[in-house]
């Protein structure tokens, strides 16, 4: 039995008073609507609000995570920041390989895997996300393109590793545009990527790890989602940004 995730990407939004303020509010009607929920539920803010953020979840069952890592532990890489920079603060979990860095940074399969590596190597949790484009989905080569960033996103990692690895499966397509895919279509490629760690990592494995749904997730079409039998969870952009709708989406997960 897979436990849930829900995982809020907050993106480039909210100063540190604004995250703040919602940390505040998301963990304050969790205790008071919802103890009982079983989803691990993280939240991943701008990098300079993780101190606090650790801080403010304290005693709660709200993990933060980083929305980036560089893939080397130190040097001369202005502006970046190391997984174990991130570890420092408390934050336990890491976004690596979003469609937004790949697209607009540059991000390839094999920067991810360095990423993933060097955040094992820190203790983190990785959320790492795969997903085709519009384009590569209409001329049927998502598979391929899916099967691609599996490999080599996964290159170097070890089945011990996998332990600490939550996949993300994001169509660009659906993201921030209110179009999801259906439950049916996100169904088929989560098996289709619990098949490919299958063969990468053997069963075991392959049953053990999560694989979130993202991709205009809301309130009202979450629990059909996470109802698929190979959906465990989801990773939020716009509906993390609204406590009420987010905590809609935890509830949704159990
Ligand atoms: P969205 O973003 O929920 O706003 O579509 C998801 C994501 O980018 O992680």
Same mark, same amino acid.
């Given at each position: 039995?897979?436990?849930?995730?829900?995982?809020?990407? @907050?993106?480039?939004?909210?100063? +540190?008073?604004?995250?703040?303020?919602?940390?505040?509010?998301?963990?304050?009607?969790? $205790?008071?609507?919802?103890?009982?929920?079983?989803?691990?539920?993280? *939240?991943?803010?701008?990098?300079?609000?993780?101190?606090?953020?650790?801080?403010? *979840?304290?005693?709660?069952?709200?993990?933060?995570?980083?929305?980036?890592? #560089?893939?080397?532990? /130190?040097?001369?890489?202005?502006?970046?920041?190391?997984?174990?920079?991130?570890?420092?603060?408390?934050?336990? #979990?890491? !976004?690596?390989?979003?469609?937004?860095?790949? /697209?607009?940074?540059?991000?390839?399969?094999?920067?991810?895997?360095? =990423?993933? =590596?060097?955040?094992?190597?820190?203790?983190?949790?990785?959320?790492?996300?795969?997903?085709?484009? +519009?384009?590569?989905?209409?001329?049927? /080569?998502? @598979?391929?393109?899916?099967?691609?960033?599996? %490999?080599?996103?996964?290159?170097?990692?070890?089945? %011990?590793?996998?332990?600490?690895?939550?996949?993300?499966?994001?169509?660009? @397509?659906?993201?921030?545009?209110?179009?999801?895919?259906?439950?049916? /279509?996100?169904?088929? *490629? #989560?098996?289709? !990527? $619990?098949?490919?760690?299958? =063969?990468?990592?053997?069963?075991?494995?392959?049953?053990?790890?999560? !694989?979130?749904?993202?991709?205009? *997730?809301?309130?009202?079409?979450?629990?059909?989602?996470?109802?698929?039998?190979? !959906?465990?969870?989801?990773?939020?952009?716009?509906?993390?940004? =609204?406590?009420?709708?987010?905590?809609?989406?935890?509830?949704?997960?159990?």
């Amino acid at each position: 039995m897979r436990n849930k995730i829900v995982a809020g990407n @907050w993106k480039m939004h909210k100063t +540190l008073t604004e995250s703040q303020a919602l940390i505040t509010e998301i963990r304050g009607i969790i $205790r008071d609507e919802f103890r009982a929920n079983t989803a691990e539920v993280v *939240v991943c803010p701008t990098t300079l609000a993780l101190p606090s953020s650790v801080k403010l *979840v304290e005693g709660s069952s709200i993990f933060v995570g980083a929305q980036n890592v #560089h893939q080397e532990t /130190q040097g001369a890489f202005t502006g970046e920041i190391s997984a174990a920079m991130i570890a420092s603060v408390g934050a336990t #979990h890491v !976004i690596v390989g979003h469609s937004e860095r790949r /697209q607009y940074f540059n991000e390839t399969n094999s920067a991810c895997a360095l =990423k993933n =590596k060097s955040s094992f190597a820190a203790g983190l949790t990785v959320l790492y996300c795969v997903g085709e484009t +519009l384009e590569e989905r209409e001329t049927e /080569q998502h @598979w391929a393109v899916i099967e691609k960033q599996i %490999e080599e996103g996964l290159t170097g990692i070890t089945s %011990e590793e996998m332990h600490k690895m939550v996949i993300a499966y994001e169509p660009v @397509w659906a993201i921030g545009t209110g179009k999801t895919a259906s439950s049916a /279509q996100a169904q088929e *490629v #989560h098996a289709f !990527i $619990r098949s490919l760690l299958n =063969k990468k990592f053997g069963e075991p494995v392959a049953e053990a790890t999560r !694989i979130l749904y993202g991709g205009s *997730v809301k309130p009202d079409n979450a629990a059909e989602l996470f109802a698929q039998p190979d !959906i465990d969870g989801g990773l939020i952009g716009g509906a993390s940004l =609204k406590a009420r709708d987010f905590f809609e989406i935890v509830k949704a997960a159990g």
